[in-house]
């Protein structure tokens, strides 16, 4: 009996048939990423159900394209059975599909069981033709039907898997390539099976009432195309919410680590600190086992910062965490508090020795400067430590009496540790008093400036004078400046106290020449951190101007040691003073570490001996002559004026007069004075001069 194709009914069966084998490969690739059981396994039913209905109704399709000229009907039942074997074959197909791992065996032998299912679904949807007599085939045709349903079942195992380990980019295009081929394979076998078929001539079909040709091709295309295409949607609707989920969690869990973490450091930050100290308190507590809390900052971290710029200092604070990890056990939590305050928790103490070794050789190795991170600042810590349970059994406690200690490795000379002691608290209110006092000793009236006569070397003519501040707080009383100063330099407060001095000076300055008392030098002491602000001298400057002092009538006094710290930048701050009009001084000379190079680059008015060297010229006889000798015999060849500050003798004034000093500072000659004494006595120092 002669049979016929639709052509398009064809072309329509190989569309559908790809577009299955897409849907197929896209379920495959994100089953295979899911690892959540429950919906795996729906994933897997709900795919193997669209897949199976693609299949069979490219099949059911390419049955509908077949035409005899006699009346054809499928048996409903065998049909449905058809489409239960595509299903069934589906769901295994994208059960082998979505493994981690196929190795070639397996996945040779998932593609023969594969590919019997699909025979089987063929031969079986040709069956529900119910054909008398029946259906003859060609042995050689279904043979080759086989052949290419395995050989297509193993090409899609293959694609998929390989598909399935490649990246996301370029994976459309080939899919899209895949696709096609396994569709063309799929639908070469289907046709294939067709071929085999042989009707007898008086054939007729056994289905009376079954599913007819006629009117089923658009409803089957339009049912299987929608389901393929939902299917694809949800995937990739169920994939953006994947990612979406993956990005949220992503992100709490970035949230988790910031708000647990330093973010400059990546160290443990305050918080978890806290909650660190205290679970190892409650899991050492009740046995009292002892531990150590270690709270430090840096020493001339401020200065660092300041004059190098921020960008340089998260560089040393970076350096200097990943320097403080390799210092200490593993076991041992190192966490930044902020700023350049670190804490380190050592515990599980054996002794009190063990604390102490390991500090020493944390500061041992910090002064080495022996470290490969790039940087090449060299920053020692000072140390304060607190021991649970007898300096504090609370975190608040213990932390606390760690920073007091650490303040007082501080006040004992910087870059070395303290063990806290419970006498340290009364020097820590003492200091948190007068910092308080700063706050407002300026609008309270508690800061004076005192003045100290400067006289020429025969201790007869006024040559000018030093404005010193004083400092009495309500409660305790006068407090020294080497108290004061320190904890005014700490705090940052210096800056502002800096200008209320200068302010002062002038406006002091100012009076007396109003008074016709005068005229007269005025020295100003500038601070470490005073010299580092970038509109220091603009500051100055608008002061003078507003207070109507003439900049020739100031000079500012800077130690040799701050003029050393950064002598490039002290250079240019030292030119654009004397570019404005006002005299510079190098005080305390001989103290620090100058280099004889930068001394000449300064080129400074005067040069101020200190009082160590002075007093050399009594205790140290003619050693002591020879340097400060040499020291004024360098000045004057720099054409500087040499000061000599502590002169309290008879004897060290006739030697500096024999040595040409040019200047004579001390006690001998007149103490610092409030302004109203000074000005008393300046009239008689003119009349003499």
Known sequence: MQSSFDVSLVVLSVL??????????????????????????????????????????????????????????????????????????????????????????????????????ICSMHYTGMAAMRMLPGIEYRPGLVLLSILIAVVASVAALSAARCLNKASARGLLPKRVAVACVMAVAITGMHYTGMAAARFPPGSICGVVHGLSTQGLVLPVTLVVVLLLIMTLLSSWMDASNQRLEGSVDQLSGQMVRLAALDMLTELPNRRTLMEGIERIIQAEGAQQEPFAVLFMDLDGFKTINDSLGHAVGDEVLKAFATRLQQCVRKSDMVARLGGDEFVVVIHQLRSVEAVTRIVESMLARMREGNWHDGVSLQVIPSVGIALYPQDGESVDVLLKNADIAMYEAKRGGRGTYRFFDWSMNQAATRILKIQQGLHEATTHGWFKLHYQPKFSADG????????????????????SPQEFIGIAERSGLIVQIGEWVVREACRQLRSWQLQNIGPLKLAINLSPRQLIQPDLLQGVLAIVKQEAVEPAWLMFEITETVAMQDAAHTVETIHAFQQAGFDVAIDDFGTGYSSLAYLQRFRVRQLKIDGFFTQGLDAAGEEGEAIVSAIIALAHSLGMDVVAEGVETATQLEKLKSLQCDQIQGFLLGRPMPAEAFAEKIEGWLAVA
């Open 460 to 479: 007869r003519r006024l040559q000018g004078a030093e404005a010193l501040l004083r400092y009495t707080h309500p409660e305790l009383g006068v407090i």
């Open 16 to 117: 559908v048939a790809a577009l299955a084998s897409y849907t197929v490969l896209d379920l495959s690739s994100r089953i295979v990423s899911m690892h959540d059981g429950r919906r795996r396994t729906g994933w897997l039913l709900g795919g193997a159900l669209a897949m199976g209905a693609g299949i069979w109704s490219m099949h059911f399709i390419g049955m509908l394209a077949f035409s005899l000229p006699i009346h054809v009907a499928y048996d409903p039942w065998i049909t449905m059975t058809s489409l239960g074997l595509a299903v069934g074959v589906s769901y295994f197909a994208l059960h082998v599909m979505a493994r981690p791992e196929l190795r070639y065996r397996p996945l040779l032998g998932s593609a023969l069981l594969m590919a019997a299912g």
